[in-house]
T-cell receptor, first 112, second 111 residues
Framework: DADVTQTPRNRITKTGKRIMLECSQTKGHDRMYWYRQDPGLGLRLIYYSFDVKDINKGEISDGYSVSRQAQAKFSLSLESAIPNQTALYFCATSDPRQTEAFFGQGTRLTVV | QKEVEQDPGPLSVPEGAIVSLNCTYS??????FMWYRQYSRKGPELLMY??SSGNKEDGRFTAQVDKSSKYISLFIRDSQPSDSATYLC???????????WGAGTKLIIKP
């Protein structure tokens, strides 16, 4: 089984719909992250969580929310999806020094 | 100006060539430097990790950090078609260990 599992892998949704992306990890790390990746822009941090009670905004959190249900689970929600949220989304987990981050396979989200 | 600059490419080279991938950065507090490799439709995976300055070698891969120039490099010797991927640099400071990413360079190795 993969260390970090994201569901769904692909999703097409309509503008204005609410959508949730889910992530679970088996590494046992406290730190979890949500990134989006766009061509030419690299990985941009949306939200990160150092433990179940510690959630922080990243550089592009507007339009997104997160929930840390357990040490192993971290979900990302788009409350009202818009087309410019079309992107590849990655969940990751790491040790406290981030010497190695482990990524999921990604969710390709298309908002039409 | 971004904290970490990386040419997105694509960089296309023939099989067997030596590849040089680079990133520049502006924050002198960065101490941890990493290279991740990302194959198409996959998540990034850690390839090399270096703390502070110097070189690190792992098989055909060598990572170099020049803190005086704020410049890091990844060299790939005897490049193979299987090395075709996007290579992302990432770095962090000991103050918060927050990873700052380059845009990634798409590398194509032609058989």
């Amino acid at each position: 089984d993969a260390d970090v599992t994201q569901t769904p892998r692909n999703r097409i949704t309509k503008t204005g719909k609410r959508i949730m992306l889910e992530c679970s990890q088996t590494k046992g790390h406290d730190r979890m992250y949500w990134y989006r990746q766009d061509p030419g822009l690299g990985l941009r941090l949306i939200y990160y969580s150092f433990d179940v009670k510690d959630i922080n905004k990243g550089e592009i959190s507007d339009g997104y929310s997160v929930s840390r249900q357990a040490q192993a689970k971290f979900s990302l929600s788009l409350e009202s999806a818009i087309p410019n949220q079309t992107a590849l989304y990655f969940c990751a987990t790491s040790d406290p020094r981030q010497t190695e981050a482990f990524f999921g396979q990604g969710t390709r989200l298309t908002v039409v | 100006q971004k904290e970490v600059e990386q040419d997105p490419g694509p960089l296309s080279v023939p099989e067997g060539a030596i590849v040089s991938l680079n990133c520049t950065y502006s924050n002198s507090a960065f101490q941890y430097f990493m290279w991740y490799r990302q194959y198409s439709r996959k998540g990034p995976e850690l390839l090399m990790y270096t703390y502070s300055s110097g070189n690190k070698e792992d098989g055909r891969f060598t990572a170099q950090v020049d803190k005086s120039s704020k410049y890091i490099s990844l060299f790939i010797r005897d490049s193979q078609p299987s090395d075709s991927a996007t290579y992302l640099c990432a770095m962090s400071a000991t103050s918060n260990y927050q990873l700052i990413w380059g845009a990634g360079t798409k590398l194509i190795i032609k058989p």
